[in-house]
């Protein structure tokens, strides 16, 4: 029987998506720097967010490569809608979907698949980056529910949320034995928002400290069992990384073409600066890490589909295609010559959305550390 | 309210390139798209359906490949999807495609409204939908920008004039083609691309037999319209550049135009007359 390919498809149309609705207006989302309401609520009513959630439970039925797959189109066309995507489809509502009662999927995960509300992820505190284990926001046990005292920070979507999965420690003695994840609905009497931050790039993800004073929530807003907190962020780490590696080769894909174009319209002594073997090399350069960083993503990607553990290739994925952005961004800033330097054309972008890939899911000495480790040191 | 939407898959690029030595299309490196117009004629059965209930079907004539447009039209909303495919309704034109069209749509049976594009960006005829509209013997309004209501039996749809436009009241069953004014489009619902590309996707492939016409009666076979030639115009130009005063060069000027017999009308415009055109 002949049928479509989903992957083909799926990328086909939000390529449709994203160079009608993002690529001719990115440049003017970016510099309003305001959360992206609209293009947000359409992700929703196109079902983008519910993509690696089976469909009977509220999802779109897809997997880990469609979810690639669609966050390398988004970011191909703007980073800060991709992040925001990207943490609606996973870190912001994974524990409800998994861990959630009914009553809480009714309330905020399928209100969260269609755009309506919106999801964030609290793990960093101010004393506790990339040592989680030291998170000291504090959920106390009381007769029907938990007390929660503390503070998060880099709260992608914070200012907006409408809901928290928030990272706390229910017995600081048990260190990393005792994290558990809790929701924490926006409007719970106690909890606070910071003000924006003011950020390098990805301008329109906003971001803010979250601080919680004796915030009172339910037994069952507890999600997942006593003492599984870490283990459950483990379970979707190779996921986060994998995913970031995609939003990574959708600004390769973003720069390498702007770059194209740009050798192929500039002209300097007589020529097309497309004609000089110098800017070949980088762009030549810039295609083989594409490569590469695809089929360490794609291959990542399908082990997460077909359930084998793959934190290493994950986490190779990740550091790879994401420093290949790095580099993309950088020779994007040079092929452009000085209109690289000007906020008027899109190497500006690049340059700095690229550094947003650098922290969430892992720095990449923390990941370079575990490379070394898995690969044999 | 039952509604069957036509829809042709066509090259991603309204220039389509012809070989010059065998002129036929030069595919190779163009992508496939839904065909624009189509597109509205989807949303526009779809909001229909919105309004009123009932089902969607679509129906494309085209090779195997054109499973990619029918499943992004269920993507968008379609209940189904039918896919003429038979390398017998190759080489049709418009008289062959109209009628196989016509005849699964008569397979098809249950209608009360046929959509169309107004044309195809690569045939480019807009003669598909009116054909397909006489072969079944329906009314039928062209150019319509708004759908206005359907009651009673009945739809009244505003058609694109050349100076304005023209509000109609028609029976039903009719048949409509729609300009891309009538709607903005909606993006297909991942889930339902992913449903379209599953083996339970409600996509049915007919086949000449299943639709009861004898290959003889289709695709190049059953075109009434035969190309001897296909030919992209010579697009070239030639350039030759007037020297001396401006007398001179205005006296050489008008010589030049009137040996081409070119003219200048009334309203200052140069216009191409034919050979044995009138010179002012
Ligand atoms: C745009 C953005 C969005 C974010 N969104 C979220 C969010 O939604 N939710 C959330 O919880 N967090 C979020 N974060 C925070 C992110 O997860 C942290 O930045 C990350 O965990 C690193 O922590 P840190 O910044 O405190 O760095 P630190 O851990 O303080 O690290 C500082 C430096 O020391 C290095 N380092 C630390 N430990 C080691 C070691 N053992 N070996 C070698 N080098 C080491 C690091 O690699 C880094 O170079 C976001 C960050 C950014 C920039
Ligand atoms: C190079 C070339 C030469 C041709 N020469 C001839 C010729 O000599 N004589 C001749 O009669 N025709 C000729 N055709 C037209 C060809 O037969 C048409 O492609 C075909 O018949 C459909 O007509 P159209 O593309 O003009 O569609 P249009 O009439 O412009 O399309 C209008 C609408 O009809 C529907 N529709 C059209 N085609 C389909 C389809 N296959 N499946 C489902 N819905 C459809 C769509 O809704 C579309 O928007 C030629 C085409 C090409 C590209």
Redesign the pocket.
């Known amino acids: 029987m002949i049928r479509s390919n989903a992957e083909n498809l799926i990328r086909k149309s939000m390529a449709r998506f994203v160079d009608n609705e993002l690529v001719p207006k990115a440049q003017e989302i970016d510099e309003k720097g305001e959360f992206p309401r609209e293009l947000f609520e359409q992700l929703g009513r196109m079902g983008v967010f519910g993509i690696r959630y089976p469909k009977a439970k509220g999802g779109s039925g897809g997997n880990c490569v469609l979810f690639c797959t669609v966050c390398e189109e988004l970011a191909r066309g703007l980073m800060s809608l991709a992040a925001i995507s990207a943490m609606q489809s996973l870190m912001g509502t994974n524990f409800l979907f998994r861990f959630g009662s009914e009553e809480i999927k009714e309330k905020y995960f399928h209100p969260a698949m269609r755009g309506e509300k919106v999801a964030c992820f609290c793990l960093t505190e101010p004393e506790a980056g990339s040592d989680l284990g030291n998170a000291s926001t504090l959920a106390v046990r009381t007769e029907n529910g938990f007390l929660i005292n503390g503070m998060k920070t880099w709260v992608t979507n914070g200012p907006v949320a409408d809901f928290y999965t928030v990272l706390c420690q229910t017995n600081p003695e048990k260190k990393f034995k005792g994290l558990n994840f809790f929701l924490v609905p926006a409007d719970t009497p106690g909890l606070s928002r910071g003000k924006p931050f003011d950020l390098l790039g990805t301008r329109n993800t906003k971001i803010c400290e979250i601080a919680f004073k004796d915030c009172f929530v339910p037994l069952d807003h507890m999600l997942g069992g006593e003492g599984q907190g870490m283990t459950n962020l483990l379970s979707i780490l190779a996921e986060i990384r994998t995913m970031t590696a995609a939003l990574a080769i959708g600004l390769q894909r973003a720069a390498l073409g702007d770059c194209i174009r740009y050798a192929h319209e500039r002209a300097q002594f007589g020529k097309t600066i497309a004609n000089y073997q110098l800017i070949q090399a980088k762009i030549a350069n810039m295609a083989v890490d594409l490569e590469a960083s695809r089929l360490l993503t794609y291959k990542a990607a399908r082990m997460v589909d077909d359930n084998i553990p793959c934190l290493t290739e994950a986490s190779m994925a990740k550091y790879f295609a994401t420093e290949a952005a790095c580099r993309a961004a950088d020779q994007a800033t040079r092929i452009f010559g000085a209109y690289g330097y000007s906020m008027e054309y899109s190497p500006q972008r690049y340059y700095r959305d690229n550094r947003f890939l650098l922290y969430g899911g892992g720095t990449h000495e923390i990941l370079q550390t575990n490379i070394a480790k898995w690969a044999g040191l | 309210m039952d509604i069957v939407v036509?829809?042709?898959q066509v090259p991603d690029s309204s220039e389509?390139k012809l070989d010059p030595k065998t002129g036929h299309?030069l595919r190779e490196g163009i992508g496939a798209i839904m065909?624009p117009?189509?597109r509205h004629?989807l949303e526009a059965a779809v909001r229909l359906k919105e309004a009123h209930g009932g089902r969607i079907v679509v129906?494309?004539?085209?090779p195997a490949q054109a499973i990619d447009v029918v499943s992004e039209a269920i993507g968008m909303g379609a209940d189904e999807a039918v896919l003429l495919s038979d390398s017998a309704f190759a080489g049709?034109?418009?008289?062959a495609?109209s009628s196989t069209?016509g005849k699964a749509i008569e397979k098809i049976g249950k209608y009360d409204l046929i959509i169309?594009?107004?044309?195809?960006i690569?045939?480019?005829?807009?003669?598909?939908?009116p054909q397909v509209a006489e072969y079944l013997g329906l009314p039928q309004v062209t150019y319509v920008f708004d759908i206005e209501a359907v009651t009673d039996g009945t739809v009244v749809v505003k058609k694109r004039l050349e100076d304005g436009y023209e509000k109609v009241q028609c029976d039903l069953p009719a048949l409509l083609?729609v300009i891309a004014e009538v709607n903005r489009t909606r993006y297909p619902a991942i889930g339902n691309l992913i449903d379209a590309c599953g083996e339970q996707a409600p996509i049915t492939i007919w086949n000449a037999a299943d639709i009861g016409v004898m290959t003889c009666d289709v695709g190049l076979a059953g075109?009434l319209?035969h190309?001897i030639r296909?030919f992209a115009p010579k697009g070239g130009r030639q350039t030759q550049m007037l020297e001396g005063d401006t007398g001179t060069v205005v006296r050489t000027l008008l010589e030049k135009l009137r040996e081409n017999h070119l003219v200048l009308t009334d309203s200052g415009v140069l216009s191409a007359e034919c050979r044995e055109g009138k010179l002012s």
């Not at chain 2, 129906?59 to 085209?62: I, P, Q």
């Open positions: 036509l829809i042709k389509v299309l065909n117009d189509d004629a129906l494309s004539m085209g049709a034109d418009t008289w495609t069209l169309c594009g107004r044309q195809a690569d045939g480019d005829t807009a003669q598909i939908g083609t075109s319209t190309v296909t």
